[in-house]
């Protein structure tokens, strides 16, 4: 199939270097490259999503707050925690 493609000035001079790398021709570069780009994004519908799933760790001490970790840090660990 034949068609116009506007590329951006850093994708054509990275496509330039591959062909310079290469010695194949632009087209077979380019037709490489979005195959394998396109594949690579067939491959990541398939991955499945990170889920967290939440534990409880129990209750806080008395006096404790989860608002501020610096502060809770510092009751805990002391002044040096950093």
């Known amino acids: 199939m034949r ?7 850093d994708i054509a001079a990275r496509l330039q ?5 290469t010695g194949q ?7 490489e490259l979005l195959r394998a780009g396109l594949a690579r994004r ?4 398939n991955v499945e999503p990170f889920k967290v799933e939440p534990h409880s760790m129990g209750k806080l001490a008395p006096g ?8 809770l840090l510092e009751e805990v660990e ?3 925690h950093r």
């Open 25 to 31: 021709p632009f087209k077979a570069v380019v037709n």
């Open 78 to 80: 002391g002044p040096w």
């Open 42 to 45: 067939a491959a990541m519908k």
């Open 64 to 71: 404790l707050s989860l608002d501020s970790i610096s502060t």
């Open 17 to 21: 270097d591959e062909v310079r790398r």
């Open 3 to 9: 068609t116009t493609l506007t590329l951006d000035d």
